[in-house]
């Protein structure tokens, strides 16, 4: 069965320094990977996603998040985190065969100054 | 940018009551979702719709769930007769193909 699993329940970074968030996936074939994020009172807004092709993809607001096939892993980075940046942020994941995403079970992200 | 956006932002019903949850995709989108998010729990997925008709559902959308698309932009999800434990956050998404899907902010719908 499909899986996602996010290790990290809750991060805590100083601005302005790096960032990565562990994502974990489990599927037999090749999966679809995204990464949401969720701001308090706020719907999911997606970051990223990865179909195919260049493991390396780039989102918006500065997010890449890295496919590793290997380690069956799909982590979210920025190189410096922005006190706007935290949020609780989703990883998800799909394929081709289903319509239904599965949602990791979050990782909240606290920005210190 | 358009958005899917999503009324009412909050609802509060008696435990039997039905609901209406009310969605408006994206306008040149063509898949639809519903999705549900219980306090302090997983994102999940209910329901997908594609060319008026329930393409996937999980084994939460029982028989007291319904979702219509009763015009060329809305898209609901009706709860018939709700119970406690359907207290959480509602998410509508939409999206142009099947794969990629972009969310609404959501009815936080509590029943009492």
């Known amino acids: 069965a499909q899986s996602v699993t996010q290790p990290d329940i809750h991060i805590t970074v100083s601005e302005g320094a790096s960032l990565e968030l562990r994502c974990n996936y489990s599927?037999?074939?090749?999966?679809?990977l995204f990464w949401y994020v969720q701001s308090p009172g706020q719907g999911l807004q997606l970051l990223l996603k990865?179909?195919?092709?260049?493991?390396l993809v780039q989102g918006i607001k500065g997010f890449e998040a890295e496919f590793k096939r290997s380690q069956s892993s799909f982590n979210l980075r920025k190189p410096s985190v922005h006190w706007s940046d935290a949020a609780e942020y989703f990883c998800?994941?799909?394929?081709?065969?289903?319509?239904?995403?599965?949602f990791g079970t979050g990782t909240r992200l606290q920005v210190f100054p | 940018e358009p958005e899917v956006t999503q009324t009412p932002s909050h609802q509060v019903t008696q435990m039997g009551q039905e609901v209406i949850l009310r969605c408006v995709p994206i306008?040149?989108?063509?898949?639809f979702y519903w999705y549900r998010q219980i306090l302090g729990q997983k994102v999940e997925f209910l329901v997908s719709?594609?060319?008026?008709?329930?393409?996937?559902k999980s084994e939460i959308f029982d028989d007291q769930f319904s979702v219509e698309r009763p015009d060329g932009s809305n898209f609901t999800l009706k709860i018939r007769s709700t119970k406690l434990e359907d207290s959480a956050m509602y998410f509508c998404a939409s999206g142009t193909v099947a794969e990629t899907q972009y969310f609404g902010p959501g009815t936080r719908l509590l029943v009492l």
């Open positions: 998800a994941v799909g394929a081709q065969d289903t319509d239904k995403l599965i």
């Open positions: 990865y179909f195919s092709g260049d493991t």
């Open positions: 599927y037999g074939a090749t999966p679809y």
């Open positions: 719709f594609y060319n008026n008709e329930i393409s996937e």
């Open positions: 306008s040149n989108h063509l898949y």
